[in-house]
C-alpha cells in the first residue's frame, strides 16, 4: 500500500520528529550533535526555512520549522541522508539510521504551537536528562530567552512574535 502524499504548504509550520532506526542512538558524540546542527543551520538557508525551535536527544529530534515555500520533505531527505551518510561513515557502518521517514504535525494554531513550542523545550527535562530546560544544551530554549547566544538561522524573534498574546512572556508558559 502506497503512503499517503506529506501535506506540504506554502507559510506551514511544522513539528518534525526524526527516530532513530529501531529507537537507537543517532547521536554517539557532541561532535555528531554539533554536526547535526550544522547541517540544519545548511537546511534552514537551502531551503528557506524559518526555525523557531529544535531538540536534539539521544535517539530522535525535535524540529519546529515554518516553510514559506513547500519543500519540507525536500529538506528533511536532504539533512537526514547527509547526517546519515556522514554516520554511518564516521562509526564504520552501514544501513538505516533513521527509522522510517520523519514525522510531521501540521501546527494550525496558536494554542497549538505554544504547546509545541513548550513541548519540545521541556522533551529534555521529561527524560531526566536535566532538571530545566535551559540547562539542556542540545535545544533551542536557551537562546530563545536570551541565556545563550542563538545561531543565526533560528529565528528567534518569530517563535517569540507568536507568544506576543501571552504578552511575549514564552519563558512563564514554558514553565
Not at 550533535?33 to 526555512?49: P, Q, T
Not at 519540507?72 to 551518510?85: R, S, T
Amino acid at each position: 500500500m502506497a503512503r499517503k502524499p506529506r501535506q506540504e504548504l506554502e507559510g506551514g509550520i511544522h513539528h518534525v520528529v526524526a527516530r532513530g532506526n529501531g529507537r537507537q542512538t543517532v547521536f554517539l558524540s557532541d561532535r555528531d550533535r554539533r554536526f547535526y546542527l550544522s547541517l540544519f543551520g545548511r537546511a534552514v538557508r537551502r531551503y528557506r526555512w524559518l526555525c523557531l525551535a529544535y531538540c536534539l536527544m539521544d535517539n530522535h529530534v525535535h524540529l519546529l520549522v515554518e516553510t514559506p515555500e513547500p519543500s519540507l520533505g525536500a529538506g528533511m531527505g536532504w539533512l537526514q541522508g547527509q547526517y546519515a551518510q556522514a554516520f554511518n561513515r564516521r562509526y564504520k557502518r552501514s544501513g538505516h539510521v533513521f527509522q522510517d521517514r520523519f514525522r510531521s504535525v501540521l501546527v494550525e494554531s496558536d494554542e497549538q504551537l505554544w504547546v509545541t513550542a513548550r513541548y519540545i523545550a521541556m522533551n529534555p527535562v521529561a527524560a531526566g536528562l536535566c532538571e530545566e530546560p535551559g540547562a539542556w544544551p542540545w535545544s533551542s530554549h536557551a537562546a530563545v530567552v536570551g541565556a545563550r547566544a542563538a545561531p543565526a538561522w533560528l529565528d528567534v524573534a518569530r517563535l517569540r512574535g507568536y507568544f506576543s498574546t501571552w504578552g511575549d512572556r514564552y519563558e512563564a508558559f514554558v514553565r
